[in-house]
């Protein structure tokens, strides 16, 4: 995919469909020794003492703002700023990120940095719709597994949280970039956890920020580089009111130097399981037996629609089942001349 307009978006759109179906110092004035006046002393520390209460006051002050600034410079610098320029999230008046973006939507600053969770995207499709079981974590591009009814019928293979922090940033979707500009060349993958944040440090402005927001029927995570001039961001959302359950994922990136920049870009799921019956147990159990089961069909030089099956199910039972259902994925690039 090569554009070099600056602040052009490449959109691709990628959509997995299924045809099977979130002090004091206490401090006391005391006189000087040897002062013979004791009114004019007495006088004399009080003044003192406003003056050191004052003299406090203003120093707290300073170093509460020293702190506040310095606070919002770490923030506002360079990848940092990109987030905030993006214009999809705001500062508080405590200088960090505010807990909602304009879409209402949570912000989750970070997310590969903190302590793990895991969710599910809303299993709504609408009244006349089927939607897609979807599970997703803070880690790597959000979702660790997909599939129909539950997890027994996976799309990407099903595996419990404790499994899927550590795999989803290696086995879920992934993106490899080749960037080119006028001063440089360089290669990086979005979302990696080799260049994730610690919070322990001071600065982290040279690594990316990432950010996760959670709506009431979408999770996007976003990445602003502001080495490389790139914002990747990619989001998630059912397919409603479909006769198919489906997952659509819609990765956008975008240009936020000042110069040209021409993209390569690889990006996608590496693995999709065929539609098969109760698979998940099987994958776990004799994985490499299923293999032997499963089928591509509709790939070869003039046919680019790959439908994922096997050609049985799987099962003990003295009948054979053959298998009609299977999935698809469906995918396109999506720019300012070419829309959805």
């Given at each position: 995919?090569?554009?070099?307009?600056?602040?052009?978006?490449?959109?691709p759109?990628?959509?997995?469909?299924?045809?099977?179906?979130?002090?004091?110092n206490?401090?006391?004035?005391?006189?000087?020794?040897?002062?013979?006046?004791?009114?004019?002393?007495?006088?004399s520390?009080?003044?003192?003492?406003?003056?050191?209460?004052?003299?406090?006051?203003?120093?707290?002050?300073?170093?509460?703002?020293?702190?506040?600034?310095?606070?919002?410079?770490?923030?506002?610098?360079?990848?940092?700023?990109?987030?905030?320029?993006?214009?999809n999230?705001?500062?508080?008046?405590?200088?960090?990120?505010?807990?909602?973006?304009?879409?209402n939507?949570y912000?989750?600053?970070?997310?590969?940095?903190?302590?793990?969770?895991?969710?599910?995207?809303?299993?709504?499709?609408?009244?006349?719709?089927?939607?897609?079981?979807?599970?997703?974590?803070?880690?790597?591009?959000?979702i660790?597994?997909?599939?129909?009814?539950?997890?027994?019928?996976?799309?990407?293979?099903?595996?419990?949280?404790?499994?899927?922090?550590?795999?989803?940033?290696?086995?879920g979707?992934?993106?490899?970039?080749?960037?080119?500009?006028?001063?440089?060349?360089?290669?990086?993958?979005?979302?990696?956890?080799?260049?994730?944040?610690?919070?322990?440090?001071?600065?982290?402005?040279?690594?990316?920020?990432?950010?996760?927001?959670?709506?009431?029927?979408?999770?996007?995570?976003?990445?602003?580089?502001?080495?490389?001039?790139?914002?990747?961001?990619?989001?998630?959302?059912?397919?409603?009111?479909?006769?198919?359950?489906?997952?659509?994922?819609?990765?956008?990136?975008a240009?936020?130097?000042?110069?040209?920049?021409?993209?390569?870009?690889?990006d996608?799921?590496?693995?999709?399981?065929?539609?098969?019956?109760?698979?998940?147990?099987?994958?776990?159990?004799?994985?490499?037996?299923?293999?032997?089961?499963?089928?591509?069909?509709?790939?070869?030089?003039?046919?680019?629609?790959?439908f994922?099956?096997?050609?049985?199910?799987?099962?003990?039972?003295?009948?054979?089942?053959?298998?009609?259902?299977?999935?698809?994925?469906?995918?396109?690039?999506?720019?300012?001349?070419?829309?959805?």
């Amino acid at each position: 995919i090569k554009d070099s307009r600056r602040g052009k978006r490449f959109h691709p759109f990628i959509l997995h469909s299924i045809m099977s179906t979130s002090y004091q110092n206490n401090g006391s004035y005391e006189p000087v020794a040897g002062s013979e006046d004791t009114s004019f002393s007495e006088t004399s520390g009080s003044k003192n003492k406003l003056k050191g209460a004052i003299i406090a006051i203003i120093a707290a002050i300073c170093i509460g703002a020293v702190g506040f600034f310095s606070y919002k410079a770490i923030f506002h610098g360079s990848s940092d700023k990109k987030a905030v320029e993006s214009g999809n999230v705001e500062i508080n008046k405590h200088g960090g990120l505010k807990l909602f973006d304009k879409e209402n939507r949570y912000v989750f600053e970070d997310y590969d940095a903190k302590p793990t969770f895991s969710s599910f995207l809303p299993g709504v499709a609408g009244y006349f719709g089927k939607p897609v079981w979807s599970f997703y974590v803070n880690r790597g591009q959000g979702i660790a597994s997909f599939g129909t009814e539950s997890k027994d019928y996976p799309i990407m293979e099903f595996n419990p949280a404790n499994k899927a922090y550590q795999l989803t940033a290696f086995v879920g979707f992934r993106s490899f970039v080749r960037g080119t500009t006028s001063l440089h060349s360089f290669e990086s993958e979005p979302f990696a956890p080799s260049r994730s944040r610690n919070l322990k440090e001071k600065d982290n402005s040279a690594l990316p920020k990432r950010i996760m927001y959670v709506g009431p029927n979408e999770m996007e995570v976003e990445e602003f580089d502001a080495t490389n001039s790139l914002s990747v961001s990619v989001k998630y959302f059912v397919l409603p009111e479909e006769d198919f359950s489906s997952l659509v994922r819609r990765a956008t990136y975008a240009n936020t130097g000042s110069t040209e920049l021409t993209l390569s870009i690889l990006d996608g799921l590496a693995q999709i399981e065929p539609a098969g019956g109760r698979l998940d147990g099987n994958l776990k159990n004799m994985g490499r037996t299923m293999e032997g089961f499963m089928g591509v069909y509709h790939a070869d030089d003039t046919l680019t629609m790959p439908f994922y099956k096997m050609s049985t199910e799987p099962g003990d039972s003295a009948s054979v089942k053959i298998e009609e259902a299977g999935h698809y994925c469906l995918s396109f690039i999506e720019t300012e001349d070419t829309t959805a």
